[in-house]
C-alpha cells in the first residue's frame, strides 16, 4: 500500500481489480478545500487511458510488476516462447497478450517482458527495428523522384508502406510503435 503522496510517473497501480501505469499525475492545493492529485492512468492490458482525481493522502494499492529483459526463441502455434537470459526460464506468452508485437519480431530477438505474479502483462520492443524486405513491386522509372509509396511484405510476413525506390532484399528500419518506414539500412 501507498498514498498518493508518493505516486511517481511509471507507478502501476491495482485498482478495482485492473492495473493502470500512472503517465502523469499533478498536485493540486486550491486555495479552499483540501489538496487532491490528478492523474493520467493507462490501463496495462487494453491501453485505455483515463483520467482519475484522488484525495491527497489516500491510500492506494500498488502493484509489482517485473520487467525482465528476454529473449524471443519461436512461436508455438498462437503463443510465443521466450527465454529470461540469466536464468535461460522459459515462458510462454499468449498472441492476444504480445499483439502488434509480432509484425516486428524475429527468432534471438530481444525484448522487454513485463510479468504480474506470473502472468506476462505485455511485450516491450524497442522504438525501431531493423527488418528485411522479402516482396515487393518494382517501382516505376519515371516515378523514383516522386513521395509515392508502395506495399511491401517484411520477413516477419507484416505488410508496410515504403517509398517506390525500395527493392526486394532491402533492410528497413521500421517504427514498431506506429509500423512506419523510417528509411534504409
Known amino acids: ?11 502501476v497501480l491495482n485498482l478495482d481489480g485492473q492495473l493502470w501505469t500512472v503517465i502523469e499525475f499533478q498536485h493540486v492545493k486550491p486555495g479552499k478545500g483540501g489538496a487532491f492529485v490528478r492523474t493520467k492512468l493507462k490501463n496495462v492490458l487494453t491501453g485505455k487511458v483515463v483520467d482519475r482525481t484522488f484525495n491527497a493522502g489516500t491510500k492506494i494499492e500498488t502493484a509489482n510488476v517485473d ?9 508455438d502455434g498462437d503463443d510465443f516462447v521466450f527465454m529470461d537470459s540469466t536464468d535461460y526460464d522459459q515462458i510462454t506468452v499468449p498472441g492476444v497478450t504480445v ?11 530481444q525484448a522487454m517482458v513485463a510479468i504480474h505474479d ?9 522504438a525501431s527495428v531493423v527488418l528485411q524486405i522479402t516482396y515487393t513491386e518494382p517501382g516505376l522509372q519515371g516515378d523514383r ?25 532491402t533492410k528497413v528500419k521500421v517504427d514498431t510503435r506506429t509500423g512506419e518506414y523510417l528509411g534504409r539500412q
Open 67 to 75: 520487467k525482465r529483459e528476454m529473449q524471443y526463441l519461436y512461436s
Open 118 to 126: 506470473g502472468t506476462p502483462l505485455y511485450i516491450e520492443l524497442p
Open 145 to 169: 523522384s516522386s513521395a509515392g509509396t508502395k506495399a511491401a511484405t517484411l520477413e516477419t510476413g507484416f505488410e508496410i508502406q515504403v517509398p517506390l525506390f525500395v527493392e526486394n532484399g
Open 99 to 109: 499483439g502488434d508485437a509480432a509484425h516486428y519480431m524475429l527468432e534471438n530477438q
Open 1 to 11: 500500500m501507498a498514498t498518493t503522496n508518493d505516486l511517481k510517473n511509471g507507478t
